[in-house]
C-alpha cells in the first residue's frame, strides 16, 4: 500500500517534444506529490509539487495532472530541452513524513 | 542561501571497516531525513529527525546502521562494519516541516564503495 508505481522506465523524445511521466499509487492518505529531476553524479532537485485538493499545478514549463479518484499523477514537460536530459522521480508521503519515490524514469531529449 | 551539503562525497571502505557520512542541513531546517539509494533505483527512506529527536528510524537496514543529529542540526550517519550491500550512495533532505510545508531538499549525496 505503500508503494508507488512509475513509468516508463525510460523516454526518448525529440527536443520540442512533450514527454509525460505517469505514477500511481494506493494509499488515499498521501496527501503530497512532489517531482524531482536528478543528474548524474548530483542529488535529487524538487522540481514541482502537488496537494491532493487540485487537480493541474503549472510551474514554467513543468505541469502536474493529478487524478484523485483514479489514484495517479503525471509530469508533462512543454516544450523539452535537451538540458531536461535527466532522470526524473515521483514521489509520494503522508504530510510531514516521509518521502515515498517512484522507481524513476531516464529521459533523453534529443536535439 | 546556501543549500544541505554532505561529507564526504565519495567513500571507499574495506569490508569490515566504519564510516561515518555527515549532512549539513539548510539553516532553520527542522527536519532532517536521511535516504539511501541504489544503482539506477529511487531513494528509500532511512531515518528521520525533527530537531534532535530521531522520530523515525524504521528505514535503517540492520543494527549496524546509526544516526545522529544531537544538537537539532548537523547529523552524522554510521556504519559499522560495512558489507558490499551497503554500497550506495546516501542522501540527505532537509525541510522546514509545519503547516503546509512538506518541502524537502536534498544534498548532493555521499557514494559509498564498500570494497
Known amino acids: 500500500q505503500q508503494q508507488v508505481k512509475q513509468s516508463p522506465q525510460s523516454l526518448i523524445v525529440q527536443k520540442g517534444g512533450i514527454p509525460i511521466i505517469n505514477c500511481a499509487y494506493e494509499?488515499?492518505?498521501?496527501?503530497?506529490f512532489p517531482w524531482y529531476q536528478q543528474f548524474p553524479g548530483k542529488g535529487p532537485a524538487l522540481l514541482i509539487a502537488?496537494?491532493?485538493?487540485?487537480s493541474e499545478k503549472k510551474e514554467g514549463r513543468f505541469t502536474i495532472s493529478f487524478n484523485k479518484s483514479a489514484k495517479q499523477f503525471s509530469l508533462h514537460i512543454m516544450d523539452s530541452q535537451p538540458g531536461d536530459s535527466a532522470t526524473y522521480f515521483c514521489?509520494?508521503?503522508?504530510?510531514?513524513?516521509?518521502?515515498?519515490f517512484g522507481t524513476g524514469t531516464r529521459l533523453q531529449v534529443f536535439p | 542561501g546556501a543549500g544541505v551539503s554532505q561529507s564526504p562525497r565519495y567513500k571507499v571502505a574495506k569490508r569490515g571497516q566504519d564510516v561515518a557520512l555527515r549532512c549539513d542541513p539548510i539553516?532553520?531546517?527542522?527536519?532532517l531525513f536521511w535516504y539511501q539509494q541504489a544503482l539506477g533505483q529511487g531513494p528509500e527512506f532511512l531515518t528521520y529527525?525533527?530537531?534532535?529527536?530521531?522520530?523515525?528510524k524504521s528505514g535503517l537496514p540492520s543494527d549496524r546502521f546509526f544516526a545522529e543529529r544531537p544538537e537539532g542540526s548537523v547529523s552524522t550517519l554510521k556504519i559499522q562494519r560495512t558489507q558490499q550491500e551497503d554500497s550506495a550512495v546516501y542522501l540527505c533532505?532537509?525541510?522546514?516541516?509545519?503547516?503546509?510545508?512538506?518541502?524537502?531538499?536534498f544534498g548532493p549525496g555521499t557514494r559509498l564503495t564498500v570494497t
Open positions: 494509499n488515499t492518505a498521501f496527501d503530497y
Open positions: 529527525f525533527q530537531n534532535e529527536a530521531q522520530l523515525d
Open positions: 533532505a532537509s525541510g522546514l516541516q509545519g503547516g503546509s510545508s512538506y518541502e524537502q531538499y
Open positions: 539553516s532553520g531546517h527542522v527536519s
Open positions: 514521489a509520494a508521503s503522508f504530510p510531514g513524513d516521509k518521502l515515498i
Open positions: 502537488i496537494r491532493p485538493d487540485v
